[in-house]
């Protein structure tokens, strides 16, 4: 398996179901009569970032990883959203950006450095197949899950199905 495959696979799967949970979410909202803004201001705990910032950071840690692994630089999202369709409409752009990444070139990242920020002040440098297995991804997926977590506590009834999204499944 090569690194791009892995890589802009799972990205592109992960934040299509991301979306499609933020459309049921606004279904829900809809039918329960519930102002959307109360679902996307919603936390698992009061420390934790709010669902809107669970969908920039899982869109972040695609874009930027992905980025950093093609050794190019990512676009700058000013993280403005407020509304649900503004959301998906900034997944929708990271896919697109992850589409443009050269696949050789991620590929050729996995014995190369990567050096990436670790909090506003520290830096972190690991070679390219353990900075996305060991970093990037998990990152990614648990921003998805918190997402999928705080949808779920708020009663949108979704299930495992909603987060797995379009994974490729043949049933013998």
């Known amino acids: 398996m090569s690194m791009s495959s892995a890589a802009l696979s799972s990205f592109e799967l992960g934040l299509n179901a991301l979306s499609s949970l933020l459309e049921k979410a606004d279904t829900h909202a809809a039918a329960k009569k519930i102002d959307p803004d109360v679902l ?3 936390r698992l705990f009061p420390d934790m970032f709010p669902l809107r910032r669970q969908v920039q950071i899982a869109c972040d840690s695609a874009k ?11 676009p700058r999202h000013e993280d403005t959203e407020q509304t649900i369709a503004e959301l998906k409409a900034r997944i929708a752009r990271t896919i697109a950006f992850l589409k443009t990444l050269d696949a050789a070139a991620i590929d050729a990242s996995a014995g ?14 690991m070679r390219g197949v353990d900075y996305f297995n060991h970093f990037v991804l998990p990152n990614f997926y648990f921003h998805i899950s918190t997402a999928y977590g705080i949808l779920r506590h708020c009663g949108v009834e979704i299930g495992k199905r909603d987060y797995l999204g379009g994974i490729p499944i043949t049933v013998i």
């Open 40 to 42: 996307l201001g919603s």
């Open 64 to 74: 930027n990883g992905g980025a950093r692994l093609a050794d190019v630089e990512p």
């Open 112 to 125: 190369r450095e990567v050096h990436f920020p670790l909090g506003r002040d520290n830096q972190g440098k």
